[in-house]
């Protein structure tokens, strides 16, 4: 994947990725999940028979903006 251009200033983005805080010492990369999200009985969301992907980031270094990509793995 090439690095994309930010859609407001036009310069190139910088990739990156985002963790999620999910408790005082563990961070993890955010997955997108297909579907509508799904309460699972003890706290959290079910995912079971759901496709999920790695997410790569890309923020522009004079706006901000961030761009989102979950590309299908390559096999």
């Not at 496709?51 to 901000?64: A, K, S, W």
């Amino acid at each position: 994947m090439s690095i994309p251009e930010c859609p407001v200033c036009r310069v190139n983005m910088e990739e990156g990725h985002v963790l999620e805080h999910e408790s005082n010492v563990l961070l993890s990369r955010v997955l997108w999940t297909e579907g509508q999200p799904e309460k699972a009985m003890l706290g959290g969301h079910k995912v079971k028979g759901r496709r999920r992907f790695d997410t790569i980031t890309y923020r522009c270094p004079r706006c901000g903006w961030l761009l989102w990509f979950a590309p299908e793995p390559s096999s």
